[in-house]
């Protein structure tokens, strides 16, 4: 007999709150509509069901019946949510000339890059018109912001890509910028939008802000093949692209000259064809193990958030996810 396998956090989280869920899926089918151009459904569609776990939707909706909310605009701030992520993903992929994307070819590889800016900027626009349905300003105020503190996040990294000088305070400003405040922002929402006292509002923003780094500093953990190859993105890519993310910042702040040659070569001349060189210099000074736990620093600062709020079963669910954002470092 095949022993069953164990249900993942952030599937038993879906499972808690799958009404709300197939509302905020039925609603992005909606939204990702086009009458006169239907290549936006199409390229859109293609990201949407490459099997992402809505992590960030989930964390909206959960956040608001966390907070007691009984109405339905918090399905709108999932969907928003859903919407400037996969839009960032459209873009990001151009910028980074990506081929994979969750184990299948990108957008702009499939169609073009025109393409894919052009629809991410559609979905842009779709997140606006939904903020606005909620009649919220706060909301606007949050969500919008978030959207503009991705962008500077991107664009900070753009200007730390090859450049040895980068230091971890820039980095966790990039981290912060490129993928925490939609973390922060999606569990923000979801708690005003539900009335929630301000301490809680706080808590959650909170835990989505530490949940955010961890789950970015894990992703860049893997990148350098932290826990083997079969992790669904090229392997490296950060490497090939020049981009100094934890584990190298920390590796150049204790190499020697003959390394940091390499990495001057590797990163700022653009030559990285030797990701085997890369890798063990990491593994000689130790930073990807100290990469994993910095990790799990922001994961605990993510649950010491959550224990600021009421005891209750989705607050523990968040928390096992939370726990789950590290569990392939452990």
Same mark, same amino acid.
């Given at each position: 007999?095949?022993?069953?396998?164990?249900i993942?956090?952030?599937?038993?989280?879906?499972?808690?709150?799958?009404? =709300?869920?197939?509302?905020?899926?039925?609603?992005?089918?909606?939204?990702?509509?086009?009458?006169?151009?239907?290549?936006?459904?199409?390229?859109?569609?293609?990201l949407?069901?490459? !099997?992402?776990?809505?992590?960030?939707?989930?964390?909206?909706?959960?956040?608001?019946?966390?907070?007691?909310?009984?109405?339905?605009?918090? $399905? %709108?701030l999932?969907?928003?949510?859903?919407?400037?992520?996969?839009?960032?993903?459209l873009? =990001?992929?151009?910028? =980074?000339?990506?081929?994979?994307?969750? /184990?299948?070819?990108?957008?702009?590889?499939?169609?073009?890059?025109?393409?894919?800016?052009?629809?991410?900027?559609?979905? #842009?626009? +779709?997140?606006?018109?939904?903020?606005?349905?909620? !009649?919220?300003?706060?909301?606007?105020?949050?969500?919008?912001?978030?959207?503009?503190?991705?962008?500077?996040?991107?664009?900070?990294?753009?200007?730390?890509?090859?450049?040895?000088?980068?230091?971890?305070?820039?980095?966790?400003?990039?981290?912060?910028?490129?993928?925490?405040?939609? #973390?922060?922002?999606?569990?923000?929402?979801?708690?005003?939008?539900?009335?929630?006292?301000?301490?809680?509002?706080?808590?959650?923003?909170?835990?989505?802000?530490?949940?955010?780094?961890?789950?970015?500093?894990?992703?860049?953990?893997?990148?350098? &093949?932290?826990?083997?190859?079969?992790? &669904?993105?090229?392997? /490296?890519?950060?490497?090939?692209?020049? %981009?100094?993310?934890?584990?190298?910042?920390r590796?150049?702040?204790?190499?020697?000259?003959?390394?940091?040659? #390499?990495?001057?070569?590797?990163?700022?001349?653009? %030559?990285?064809? =030797?990701?085997?060189?890369? +890798?063990?210099?990491?593994?000689?000074?130790?930073?990807?193990?100290?990469?994993?736990?910095?990790?799990i620093?922001?994961?605990?600062?993510?649950?010491?958030?959550?224990?600021?709020?009421?005891?209750?079963?989705?607050?523990?669910?968040?928390?096992?996810?939370?726990?789950?954002? $590290?569990?392939?470092a452990?």
């Open positions: 007999m095949t022993e069953a396998k164990p993942k956090p952030h599937e038993r989280l879906a499972a808690a709150l799958s009404e =709300d869920m197939d509302a905020v899926n039925n609603l992005i089918t909606t939204r990702m509509a086009s009458e006169n151009a239907p290549r936006i459904p199409e390229v859109t569609a293609h949407v069901s490459a !099997g992402g776990k809505r992590v960030r939707p989930l964390l909206t909706v959960a956040a608001a019946r966390l907070c007691g909310y009984e109405g339905e605009d918090h $399905v %709108k999932a969907a928003t949510v859903e919407f400037i992520h996969t839009a960032t993903l873009h =990001d992929d151009v910028v =980074d000339e990506s081929a994979q994307r969750r /184990g299948r070819p990108t957008a702009n590889l499939l169609w073009d890059n025109q393409s894919s800016v052009l629809v991410g900027d559609y979905l #842009f626009a +779709r997140s606006f018109q939904l903020m606005v349905e909620t !009649g919220s300003l706060r909301i606007l105020d949050i969500l919008s912001g978030a959207a503009a503190t991705i962008a500077e996040g991107e664009v900070l990294q753009l200007t730390a890509a090859r450049n040895l000088a980068t230091t971890e305070e820039t980095y966790i400003k990039v981290v912060r910028g490129k993928t925490a405040a939609l #973390f922060q922002a999606a569990c923000e929402s979801g708690a005003v939008i539900a009335g929630a006292p301000e301490d809680h509002v706080a808590a959650l923003a909170d835990f989505g802000d530490a949940l955010g780094v961890s789950f970015q500093i894990i992703d860049d953990w893997l990148d350098y &093949g932290g826990a083997g190859d079969a992790i &669904g993105k090229d392997l /490296g890519d950060d490497f090939r692209e020049g %981009k100094l993310t934890l584990p190298v910042i590796a150049l702040t204790k190499g020697d000259a003959e390394e940091r040659t #390499f990495w001057k070569t590797a990163l700022e001349k653009g %030559k990285a064809d =030797d990701l085997g060189r890369a +890798r063990a210099i990491l593994a000689k000074h130790g930073t990807l193990e100290e990469t994993r736990l910095e990790a620093a922001w994961r605990d600062r993510a649950k010491t958030a959550l224990g600021r709020l009421p005891a209750s079963d989705l607050r523990d669910m968040l928390g096992d996810l939370a726990d789950y954002v $590290v569990a392939r452990l």
